[in-house]
């Protein structure tokens, strides 16, 4: 069974949904506090495969969302990329998104892991709480593979995504790093990009909560659905869209 470790601590809250998402896809799931991986010398994951940085507000985004974290985390840097480099996984969302983000991990246009972009407050300058769909782009990200459309929740303020080059933009889309694209850009971001991907396809970033859509009970309006469903004599689906992320992580995993 591949093992995924899901990062708490620090202002994450959402790793409980993170670790059930995994487990409904096939995995096992550890809670790990972030702290632990700050004591001591070089990193060890262990036999892990499959490292999830959650969504929440770390250390109250009091400097930007999770641009605290991402100081705390900066000399871990290097191990991360060199987990994916060897075989391994990791999916950011929402806040885990912005720190990956502020890292350098993502994009890492160029193998660089020098900040190139960054996500900022909605147009809107509000807190935007809604589920959006989301198009599938042809991309390099193991994560999407299979996927035309995702129906997925946002919950963020800072969701907008820029880049710092703007001759950077085209060259994402060109190299296959922007996996999902809004189909109602809410926030304000570049191109509608709503995910970025590494170059490798295994580092994945996003601002929409998969691990909120596992599944098809956790959509406000299932019971409405569900009687749609009934009337048309279709059948009413056990999962929501967003594990579909989940099981092509684990299944690539175990392909290796």
């Known amino acids: 069974m591949i093992k995924a470790i899901v990062f708490s601590g620090y202002g994450i ?65 290097e191990s991360l990329w060199e987990f994916a480099e060897k075989g391994g996984l990791i999916l950011g969302v929402c806040n885990g998104f912005q720190l990956l983000v502020k890292l350098g991990l993502l994009p890492a246009l160029y193998s660089s892991t020098r900040q190139s972009a960054s996500l900022i407050s909605n147009d809107s300058g509000k807190f935007i709480a809604r ?39 085209p060259l994402l889309f060109e190299t296959g790093q922007v996996p999902l694209q809004y189909a109602d850009n809410l926030n304000g971001s570049m191109q509608s990009i709503a995910a970025l991907a590494d170059p490798s396809g295994r580092i994945l970033g996003m601002m929409a909560h998969p691990e909120a859509a596992t599944l098809s009970t956790h959509h406000p309006e299932w ?11 279709q059948p009413f689906p056990t999962f929501g869209d967003g594990l579909q992320i989940f099981s092509n992580a684990i299944r690539t995993l175990e392909g290796q």
Do not use: Y
């Open 13 to 77: 809250n959402c790793e409980r949904e993170m670790a059930f998402a995994v487990e409904r896809a096939g995995g096992s799931a550890e809670i790990v506090h972030l702290g632990t991986l700050l004591e001591g010398g070089k990193v060890q994951f262990g036999e892990a495969k499959f490292l999830l940085f959650p969504g929440g507000f770390s250390f109250g985004d009091e400097l930007g969302a999770a641009k605290a974290l991402a100081n705390r985390l900066e000399r871990l840097k």
């Open 131 to 169: 589920w959006v769909l989301h198009r599938a782009l042809p991309s390099t990200s193991v994560f999407t593979r299979g996927i035309s459309e995702l129906l997925l929740p946002i919950r963020h303020g800072e969701g907008k995504l820029i880049v710092q080059n703007p001759e950077d933009l």
């Open 223 to 233: 019971t409405r659905q569900k009687e749609l469903a009934k009337r048309n004599r």
